[in-house]
């Protein structure tokens, strides 16, 4: 009978760590919808929004964003309360005069955090992405004005192998760049260069005018000049390259990611940003588990002060954490460490703060 204890305490932590967990980020859920909803509610009714497509295309979509985004804090704070309620009860002592250690103890707690990082992992990567473009389209029909487009300036892209563009900056109400510059080189030889005052796109002909140009072609050493006031040409780019919407990442699951990474890796563009979001995808859920262990370590022994105190305690490292998670990205989109380091520092350093409560836990 006593090989079964083990397998019954087990499932008992299994069923409290989930149950609460699921119990209270459902809370947190209709809290936010009511708050939401009562925020949007004039909008709505301003431009006629269907109740179907509040519920389906909004709110359904709304949903799974949310979950995930505060899953790693909820988390923390279910695995301190409920194991807080335990040692209060002196439940943990009983587990502990049972013969279990802590390291065993932990293990219904690691296997739930698991499914909870995994879950979380597969929505932000695969589910998620596409849930918001719906949510967006339906902002952007029902809620916003317009859609929120990046103002790009001094623009560097490759447009092809030895074919690169300038522009000092992008209007994407009007189509027209600034600076025009358009260099073509053959290995490293530059071959050809043009300047244009303006650059602007002709939707009748699918073709870019250059106005004001001044071009010169290296041949054989020599130096040819040609000026105009204007001219077409093809280019390998489309305005709406330069309209992508401020959020457009998050509606890229992980191989649309990648490629788009790649696409503006040989365009030349920054993609700081982008590796930031690559990363803090596979980052963040890491931290559900990392978490879940400080919670317990945190949490197990029976003090003065009960609940209160530990979720006092919890509460300031795991917004700690986050705050630190966004200096760091900070850090990285400023050029100063790498995106990938940036965004598995605060991981690295949670972890050895994990490792350094759990060897100071009475085992």
Request: glycine residues 4%; aromatic residues 16%; contains cysteine.
């Amino acid at each position: 009978m006593k090989r079964f204890r083990p397998f019954l305490i087990d499932l008992y932590i299994v069923k409290k760590f989930l149950g609460t967990f699921f119990f209270a980020l459902s809370l947190i859920i209709c809290i936010a919808v009511i708050f939401d909803f009562s925020e949007k509610i004039d909008d709505f009714l301003e431009k006629q929004a269907p109740l179907k497509a509040i519920i389906v295309d909004y709110y359904l979509n709304f949903i799974p964003y949310f979950a995930v985004l505060f899953s790693s804090l909820f988390v923390f704070i279910s695995v301190l309360f409920f194991t807080s309620k335990m040692a209060g009860n002196s439940e943990i002592i009983a587990i502990f005069s049972s013969g279990v250690s802590l390291r065993r103890l932990l293990y219904p707690y690691f296997v739930s955090s698991v499914i909870i990082a995994s879950l979380s992992y597969y929505l932000t990567n695969y589910v998620i992405p596409h849930n918001t473009y719906s949510r967006l389209l339906f902002e952007d029909v029902y809620y916003h004005s317009s859609p929120v487009y990046y103002s790009e300036t001094n623009i560097h892209r490759q447009l092809q192998p030895g074919q690169f563009i300038y522009m000092e900056g992008f209007s994407t109400l009007s189509d027209i760049g600034r600076r025009f510059s358009i260099e073509q080189y053959r290995g490293d030889t530059l071959v050809s260069k043009i300047n244009a005052d303006i650059v602007r796109w002709d939707s009748a002909k699918n073709k870019w005018t250059m106005l004001n140009y001044y071009r010169r072609d290296f041949i054989s050493g020599k130096e040819k000049v040609t000026t105009g006031l204007m001219c077409d040409t093809t280019l390998n780019m489309h305005p709406r390259d330069f309209k992508q919407r401020e959020n457009i990442i998050e509606t890229m699951d992980k191989p649309r990611l990648d490629r788009y990474i790649e696409n503006q890796k040989l365009q030349g563009s920054p993609i700081e940003w982008l590796l930031i979001e690559k990363h803090k995808r596979m980052a963040y859920p890491f931290s559900t588990i990392i978490l879940t262990v400080i919670a317990v370590c945190v949490s197990s022994r029976k003090v003065r002060g009960g609940i209160g105190m530990h979720m006092g305690l919890g509460l300031m490292i795991s917004f700690s954490y986050i705050l630190f998670m966004q200096f760091a990205a900070q850090f990285a989109i400023g050029g100063s460490i790498s995106p990938q380091i940036a965004v598995w520092i605060p991981n690295l350093l949670y972890a050895a703060i994990a490792l350094f409560l759990f060897y100071k836990t009475p085992q």
